[in-house]
């Protein structure tokens, strides 16, 4: 039983990463993910170095904090944006500009040019940079049939995300002890253009979006937090993430103020330290294929973030340069698992008319919370000394996570529950071409209802109002008296009057005693036919009964296994 397990778990691991290089918009989308966060990271090992050079632990703290303000006010402003159109041209979009930023201040470097210019391009550079992360998150749904692929896409993301945190520092650490800064923000500036080149060749039938002729961008994001105001679950999980964020944005601090004064290791030292992080990140992306089935996501998000502090805290404790590196190690384990659970769950609880916006709201609570955290870094370092402000900031994401533990693991039982109703839904060929945010629509309005053995669950001529789904019995399709059909688990009926918006033209009867799923008719037409490929699906079907069977007419034999009514 156990080799079994295990091999289970390795095929779906493989599956979650085959599945994205066999969809090549989700193979385009993922590699202009590692693009764009290559530079990331390469970008903040340079931006750290000059800001120290420039004055020490405070200016590196500073230049934090100032560098995500603007951020953090813009990123929920602009990603009504994302949900307005496309979201692939966005992010060409946020690369482009990223990438020429980037390359102005490695010009400025180069040629000696005043610092307040390259902390104003390392502004400018990160205000469009953090509409990339919520438009993307945003558009793997679009790009996923099921909850199932939404975790792998995550997962192959996450992986990515682990690597370019270990290949943009170990690139920053080795052009700097060959070369100079101006090399490292050039390399960050290639990595952003390449992304955008990426995206320019996504295609993809994109769902419906409401027309907006005049655009209230303010408007359009507070209804991104009102949507998070409306859900304790997105409270608690985005709560949890600018707690690790603000641990973030002091590891920015601390991995230069430890590299350089307590273990002695230079400048190149800092790239070390966060590729240490990037080593563990990747090998956690690795293991956390394994957990694409568990159905435990809020669980290892509660780990994820607990790993994220615990490490630095006792980097306090034993500040040696070989323990620094392997516990250093485990923060990018965390940082997988954040990245599996964290943006999987948010996936799966926002709506998708304003998925942007609810991400962009996690974004400017990223830049808010990074920001503090390293001015916060700097200020501790100054009132405790470098190693009590690893432990006293290194434990505050430990114990937020073990305060929200159960709250997590009712989230799993909620989520596990959405995904039975999902299953059922995808039993049904006009709902198979729908993308995962709308066929969640759908499975939130869903109503049970019983039907005992020999009850008619409507009658041949009455007023379409809802379509049902057979969760568990067997129903018959009776037309002028004759059975001409028997339907069981998992098939549909009902569409014809709600999509024709003519009254019933068949009875179904409980053959069995009958557990349905209903839904309203608002619902079902709004997201069937919003979307052409479901829409497309619902009318060949419809039509194919329509020309089997008329009342009045002749009947065929009947024929199990269509949606009817």
Same mark, same amino acid.
């Given at each position: 039983?156990?080799?079994?397990?295990?091999?289970? /778990?390795?095929?779906?691991?493989?599956?979650?990463?085959?599945?994205?290089?066999?969809?090549?918009?989700?193979?385009?989308?993922?590699?202009?993910?590692?693009?764009?966060?290559?530079a990331?990271w390469?970008?903040?090992?340079?931006?750290?170095?000059?800001? %120290?050079?420039d004055?020490a632990?405070?200016?590196?703290?500073?230049?934090?904090l100032?560098?995500?303000?603007?951020?953090?006010?813009?990123?929920?402003v602009?990603?009504?944006?994302?949900?307005?159109?496309?979201? @692939?041209?966005?992010l060409?979009?946020?690369?482009?500009?990223?990438?020429?930023?980037?390359?102005?201040?490695?010009?400025?470097?180069?040629?000696?040019?005043?610092?307040?210019?390259?902390y104003?391009?390392?502004v400018?550079?990160?205000?469009?940079?953090?509409?990339?992360?919520?438009?993307?998150?945003?558009?793997?749904?679009?790009?996923?049939?099921?909850?199932?692929?939404?975790?792998?896409?995550n997962?192959v993301?996450?992986?990515?995300?682990?690597?370019?945190?270990?290949?943009?520092?170990?690139?920053?650490?080795?052009?700097?002890?060959?070369?100079d800064?101006?090399?490292?923000?050039?390399?960050?500036?290639?990595?952003?253009?390449?992304?955008?080149?990426?995206?320019?060749?996504?295609?993809?039938?994109?769902?419906?979006?409401?027309?907006?002729?005049?655009?209230?961008?303010?408007?359009?994001?507070?209804?991104?937090?009102?949507?998070?105001?409306?859900?304790?679950?997105?409270?608690?999980?985005?709560?949890?993430a600018?707690?690790?964020?603000?641990?973030?944005?002091?590891?920015?601090?601390?991995?230069?103020?430890?590299?350089?004064?307590?273990?002695?290791?230079?400048?190149?030292g800092?790239?070390a330290?966060?590729?240490?992080?990037?080593?563990?990140?990747?090998?956690?992306?690795?293991?956390?294929?394994?957990?694409?089935?568990?159905?435990?996501?809020?669980?290892?998000f509660?780990?994820?973030?607990?790993?994220?502090?615990?490490?630095?805290?006792?980097?306090?404790?034993?500040?040696?340069?070989?323990?620094?590196?392997?516990?250093?190690?485990?923060?990018?384990?965390?940082?997988?698992?954040?990245?599996?659970?964290?943006?999987?769950?948010? +996936?799966?609880?926002?709506p998708?008319?304003v998925?942007?916006?609810?991400?962009g709201?996690?974004?400017?609570?990223?830049?808010?919370?990074i920001?503090?955290?390293?001015?916060?870094?700097?200020?501790?370092?100054?009132?405790?000394?470098?190693?009590?402000?690893?432990?006293?900031?290194?434990?505050?994401? *430990?114990?937020?996570?073990?305060a929200?533990?159960?709250?997590?693991?009712?989230?799993?039982?909620?989520?596990?529950?959405?995904?039975?109703?999902?299953?059922?839904?995808?039993?049904?060929?006009?709902?198979?071409?729908?993308?995962? *945010?709308?066929?969640?629509?759908?499975?939130? +309005?869903?109503? *049970?209802?019983?039907?005992?053995?020999?009850t008619?669950v409507?009658?041949?001529?009455?007023?379409?109002? /809802? %379509? %049902?789904?057979?969760?568990?019995?067997?129903?018959d399709?009776i037309?002028?008296g004759?059975?001409?059909?028997?339907? +069981?688990?998992?098939?549909?009926?009902?569409?014809?009057?709600?999509?024709?918006?003519?009254?019933?033209?068949?009875?179904?009867?409980?053959h069995?005693?009958?557990?349905?799923?209903?839904?309203?008719?608002?619902?079902?037409?709004?997201?069937?036919?919003? %979307?052409?490929?479901?829409?497309?699906?619902?009318?060949?079907?419809?039509?194919?009964?329509?020309?089997?069977?008329?009342?009045?007419?002749?009947?065929?034999?009947?024929?199990?296994? @269509?949606?009817? +009514?």
């Amino acid at each position: 039983m156990g080799r079994l397990g295990t091999r289970s /778990r390795l095929d779906q691991a493989v599956g979650a990463f085959s599945s994205n290089w066999r969809n090549a918009n989700l193979r385009r989308a993922q590699l202009s993910f590692l693009g764009a966060w290559t530079a990331e990271w390469a970008f903040t090992v340079a931006l750290g170095i000059v800001a %120290y050079n420039d004055g020490a632990a405070l200016a590196l703290g500073l230049v934090g904090l100032l560098r995500m303000l603007p951020s953090a006010v813009l990123a929920p402003v602009l990603s009504p944006f994302a949900d307005r159109g496309r979201r @692939e041209r966005v992010l060409v979009v946020v690369s482009v500009l990223r990438g020429a930023a980037t390359a102005v201040a490695a010009i400025v470097v180069a040629i000696s040019g005043p610092i307040a210019v390259i902390y104003a391009l390392a502004v400018l550079s990160t205000t469009p940079a953090t509409l990339f992360r919520p438009a993307h998150s945003a558009l793997l749904p679009t790009l996923c049939r099921t909850g199932h692929e939404l975790a792998s896409a995550n997962v192959v993301r996450g992986l990515l995300d682990s690597v370019a945190t270990l290949v943009g520092p170990l690139l920053a650490a080795i052009v700097l002890a060959f070369s100079d800064v101006s090399i490292v923000f050039a390399v960050a500036a290639a990595a952003s253009l390449w992304a955008a080149l990426l995206l320019f060749r996504v295609h993809y039938d994109a769902p419906p979006r409401p027309p907006a002729p005049r655009p209230d961008l303010v408007k359009e994001a507070i209804e991104g937090l009102h949507a998070v105001g409306r859900s304790r679950n997105l409270q608690l999980i985005l709560g949890l993430a600018a707690a690790q964020s603000l641990t973030r944005g002091a590891l920015t601090v601390f991995s230069v103020v430890v590299a350089i004064e307590l273990l002695g290791m230079g400048e190149s030292g800092a790239g070390a330290l966060m590729a240490a992080v990037g080593v563990g990140a990747v090998v956690g992306s690795l293991a956390a294929s394994l957990l694409v089935g568990t159905g435990r996501l809020g669980a290892w998000f509660a780990v994820g973030v607990a790993l994220w502090g615990l490490p630095i805290a006792l980097v306090g404790v034993f500040p040696q340069q070989a323990a620094a590196l392997l516990l250093l190690s485990f923060v990018g384990v965390g940082n997988a698992l954040i990245d599996l659970a964290g943006f999987t769950l948010i +996936g799966r609880l926002a709506p998708d008319a304003v998925m942007a916006r609810v991400f962009g709201v996690l974004e400017s609570l990223v830049a808010i919370s990074i920001g503090v955290g390293s001015i916060l870094a700097s200020g501790v370092i100054a009132w405790i000394g470098v190693e009590a402000a690893l432990v006293v900031i290194g434990l505050v994401c *430990p114990v937020l996570a073990l305060a929200s533990w159960w709250r997590l693991r009712r989230l799993d039982r909620s989520v596990d529950a959405l995904d039975l109703e999902v299953s059922l839904l995808q039993q049904v060929p006009m709902f198979q071409p729908l993308p995962l *945010p709308s066929i969640e629509q759908l499975a939130r +309005g869903l109503e *049970p209802v019983e039907v005992a053995a020999g009850t008619p669950v409507f009658t041949q001529g009455d007023v379409g109002d /809802r %379509y %049902y789904v057979i969760e568990r019995g067997t129903a018959d399709v009776i037309g002028d008296g004759r059975v001409v059909a028997t339907l +069981g688990e998992g098939e549909g009926f009902g569409e014809i009057a709600l999509l024709r918006r003519t009254r019933r033209t068949a009875t179904v009867s409980a053959h069995t005693a009958l557990r349905l799923k209903a839904l309203a008719s608002e619902r079902f037409t709004a997201v069937v036919l919003g %979307y052409a490929p479901s829409a497309q699906a619902a009318a060949t079907s419809v039509d194919r009964q329509l020309d089997r069977f008329a009342p009045g007419e002749p009947l065929d034999e009947p024929r199990p296994r @269509e949606e009817r +009514g």
